[in-house]
């Protein structure tokens, strides 16, 4: 079963936060998130593995609540670069052969 | 190679026909997925492909779809008797390990498949 993003979509101007939820029914071991641009592929972005673990890429972060089966992802002072749609995804298990199932998507707008 | 690479990039096809889809992984990479991805929606999963085990073909939507890998190399997706329905980009992706959790996987740039 795959995960639940939200927002579905949001617009935000230039320089404003944002964030994305990810969550799942099912337990998560690590969260994945990648980004979309319009016509291109996924671009990965960052791997959350632990409970409670948090990183940041430039001025994307993202947090990962293992106990809580959900991870966000913050964008702060957006670009306009940041546009794009934001997948998480997650393994279906931490043991061999896993596959990696991704969220719904949230389409973000950044506008000037 | 430097990237996943698909081909073809674009194919449009006649309902009724039959198509194949190519996927080179990054080489070394024992991992391969195929997604498909409508218009506007999301990844959604179809196969994945884990070095020389069985690979997991619970995402296929049908018996039309069917996937094949050979070894740890190239993976070619086919889809038999095309239906409107079918329309969509396809990706594939591959990463270096069979644990997922830990690495990344990398895209291709798809193939645009649309049946007329």
């Known amino acids: 079963q795959q995960p639940v993003q939200s927002p579905q979509a949001v617009i935000l101007r230039e320089g404003e936060d944002a964030v994305i939820n990810c969550s799942s029914s099912k337990a998560l071991y690590s969260v994945h998130w990648y980004r979309q641009k319009h016509g291109e592929a996924p671009v990965f972005l960052m791997i959350?593995?632990?409970?409670?673990e948090q990183k940041g890429h430039d001025k994307i972060s993202a947090s990962f609540n293992e106990k809580k089966q959900q991870s966000s992802l913050y964008l702060t002072a957006s670009q306009l670069s940041y546009s794009g749609t934001y997948f998480c995804?997650?393994?279906?298990?931490?043991?061999?052969?896993?596959?990696?199932?991704f969220g719904t998507g949230t389409r973000l707008t950044i506008i000037p | 190679g430097a990237g996943v690479s698909q081909s073809p990039s674009n194919k449009v096809t006649e309902k009724g026909k039959d198509v194949e889809l190519r996927c080179d992984p990054i080489s070394g990479h024992t991992a391969l997925y195929w997604y498909r991805q409508r218009l506007g929606q999301g990844l959604e999963f179809l196969i994945y492909f884990q070095g020389n085990s069985a690979p997991d073909k619970s995402g296929l939507p049908s018996d039309r779809f069917s996937a094949e890998r050979t070894g740890e190399s190239v993976s070619t997706l086919t889809i038999q008797r095309t239906q409107q329905e079918d329309s969509a980009v396809y990706l594939c992706?591959?990463?270096?390990?069979?644990?997922?959790?830990?690495?990344?996987?990398?895209f291709g740039q798809g193939t645009r498949l649309t049946v007329v």
């Open positions: 959350l593995l632990k409970g409670g």
């Open positions: 995804g997650t393994p279906t298990s931490n043991f061999g052969n896993e596959k990696l199932t």
């Open positions: 992706a591959s990463s270096p390990t069979m644990a997922s959790s830990n690495t990344e996987a990398f």
